[in-house]
C-alpha cells in the first residue's frame, strides 16, 4: 500500500480513536458509493454523525480545514443521503456533519474537531 494511504489510514484510526473516547458509537468506515466516500459514520445519541477526516503535515497552504470546499462538501452531502437511503433504521434520524482536522506529525498531534462544520 501507497505510503499516503498508510498515513491516511492511521489518521483515520486516530479520528476514529478520539471520538469513541469522547463519547460516540462507531458504525463505519470508508463507505464507498458512487457519489464518493464517507470517512467515518459515528453516532452521538439521536444524531447521525457524518466525520470528514483531514490530515495535512502542516498549514503552509491552508491546512486541513481549507481542503473542504464548496464542492467537497456537497460530495459528502451526496453520500451521506445515499448512506441513509441505504440504511432505512438510521434515514429518520437527524444528522450533522463533523470535521476531525489533523496537522503535523500524525504521531504526536491532537485532533481538532469541529462539530457541525457545514
Known sequence: MAFHLKRGQRAERKARDFLIRN?????????RCPCGELDLVMEDGEHVVFVEVRFRNSDRF???????????????????????????????????FDVISLTGDINSVDPEWIKDAF
Do not use: F, M, T, V
Not at 23 to 31: F, Q, T, W
Not at 66 to 84: C, F, G, V, W
Open 23 to 31: 463519547g460516540l458509537r462507531h458504525i463505519e468506515s470508508n463507505y
Open 62 to 96: 491552508g491546512g486541513a480545514l481549507a481542503s473542504i470546499n464548496a464542492q467537497k462538501q456537497k460530495k459528502l452531502r451526496d453520500s451521506a443521503e445515499h448512506y441513509r437511503q441505504r440504511h432505512k433504521p438510521l434515514s429518520n434520524r437527524p444528522c450533522r
